[in-house]
């Protein structure tokens, strides 16, 4: 069985880290200094969070369960950006 999870990345600058947050894996709360750094940080942590918190999810995974994971970070456009 297939299933969608979502991440919301956002960057603190205050303490120059991005941070990844999630309603979709209960206890989610990690940060790293670059976004790919996050990604990695994410992916590392997600499998045991997910069977850690299985009690708090709607339907909890199971070993084989293909995952979708989105990670929706904000990226400002810059005008004139894509023709350099």
Do not use: C, Y
Request: a negative charge; hydrophobic letters at 50%; charged letters at 25%.
């Amino acid at each position: 069985m297939s299933s969608k999870l979502v991440v919301t990345a956002q960057w603190d600058g205050e303490a120059d880290v991005w941070v990844a947050l999630s309603d979709d894996i209960p206890g989610l709360a990690t940060e790293a200094p670059t976004l790919d750094a996050l990604l990695e940080r994410v992916l590392a942590v997600a499998p045991e969070l997910l069977e850690d918190n299985a009690a708090f999810l709607v339907r909890p995974h199971a070993e084989g369960d293909i995952v979708d994971m989105h990670i929706l970070a904000p990226f400002p456009l810059e005008h004139g950006a894509a023709a350099e």
